[in-house]
């Protein structure tokens, strides 16, 4: 694994629902740096899912999925995941 969160790139795609749902950047980065779990990806084996709190968002549980495979990590989407929440 590439120890890496503060280099990565956001898709097309991520750069749109970042916006479309109100995510900050910030928020992204916060999330990759220090994930309270990670998960590999049911279908793409180069792709994993970084799920943690944001607390300026009542604690709902933010999932990044992005690729650390290359450099810098390429970040495909996030949201925030209602079947998490109160579980981290």
Do not use: C, K
């Not at 503060?6 to 950047?25: C, G, K, M, Y």
């Not at 999932?63 to 981290?88: C, H, K, Q």
Request: net charge positive; hydrophobic share 45%; proline share 8%.
């Amino acid at each position: 694994m590439i120890d890496r969160p503060n280099r990565f790139q956001l898709t097309n795609h991520a750069s749109v629902v970042l916006r479309e749902r109100d995510i900050p950047v910030e928020w992204v980065r916060r999330v990759l740096a220090r994930p309270r779990i990670r998960l590999p990806d049911a279908e793409d084996p180069d792709l994993l899912h970084a799920l943690a709190p944001i607390a300026e968002r009542e604690d709902r549980v933010l999932r990044v999925v992005y690729n650390e495979t290359i450099d810098p990590w390429r970040v495909v989407t996030a949201y925030f995941d209602r079947s998490w929440r109160g579980m981290l």
